[in-house]
């Protein structure tokens, strides 16, 4: 951004300061008769300059999330409540059919020891488990990062390689196609088995199914959420005793049952 466009968000930072700080005086001038409504200033998707998150419409991207500069997001990827994405000094890329489970962050690296910039790439059908950190790494198509895993700058994930909760990977380290990595700092397990790596792909896909019934529940307006709660209400199981002495055959209305493709998620 040249000196110009520069001064033209300072100015438009200044108005929008200036508006907060003219509220704030007439509540002050009203007294006890003022009504102060609080607002959130948190924004799910963030511009820095003029680095601007690019995600695909059929990304979910939880209420609480953030994604800030320089982020892309793929096709049906979802990113998940209290995520941070922050690609301020460099750029985060995000494949499709991705995950990035609760609390998790991702950063990059502007400059280290090694002297590196390094930006964070994810590829597409990844999953990254909640808490994680991904600080300038890369991780490669279907590959798996368990919960509270740390991967450093320079990290490199292959396909298909599984990196264990909680385990600390440090810089520069390479995680060969196939294998377990866990422990701190990290060192090989062992291999992974077909199951394991169908369950990857699995993992990845019902990720991908359930993204979709948050977005749709995220997007309901309020009457049809009370409307919802009034029908849980009422077709609330009971147990059979209760139920068999008031003769009462209770069913599960179609609008609670879930989708056949639903499945719950496998940490």
């Not at 930006?119 to 999953?127: F, K, L, R």
Request: hydrophobic content about 40%.
């Amino acid at each position: 951004m040249g000196t110009l466009g520069r001064a033209i968000y300072s100015v438009g930072f200044w108005i929008r300061e200036t508006g907060q700080a003219l509220d704030r005086l007439g509540c002050r001038l009203q007294g006890n008769y003022y009504f102060q409504e609080q607002l959130s200033r948190h924004r799910t998707l963030m511009n820095i300059y003029d680095k601007a998150p690019v995600v695909d419409k059929s990304a979910f991207v939880a209420p609480s999330a953030s994604i800030i500069g320089d982020v892309q997001v793929g096709c049906g990827s979802s990113i998940w409540y209290g995520c941070v994405l922050r690609g301020d000094v460099n750029s985060i890329s995000v494949g499709s059919g991705t995950n990035i489970q609760d609390n998790s962050l991702v950063h990059v690296a502007k400059s280290n020891l090694s002297g590196e910039v390094l930006p964070t790439i994810i590829g597409d059908n990844v999953t990254i488990g909640h808490s994680a950190v991904l600080h300038g790494c890369t991780v490669e198509n279907e590959a798996f990062v368990g919960t509270g895993a740390t991967l450093l700058d320079g990290v490199v994930v292959e396909k298909h390689a599984m990196i264990a909760a909680g385990a600390l990977v440090r810089q520069n380290t390479k995680i060969p196609a196939g294998e377990v990595w866990g422990g701190n700092p990290a060192k090989f397990l062992r291999k992974l088995t077909d199951e394991e790596v169908a369950f990857i792909s699995e993992s990845a896909s019902n990720y991908c199914n359930l993204a979709q019934v948050h977005a749709t529940e995220n997007v309901k307006p309020f009457d049809e959420i009370e409307f919802e709660k009034a029908l849980r209400k009422k077709y609330a199981k009971r147990d059979e005793e209760y139920d068999s002495m008031l003769g009462v055959v209770r069913e599960t209305p179609p609008e609670l049952i879930l989708p056949d493709n639903i499945k719950a998620p496998v940490k």
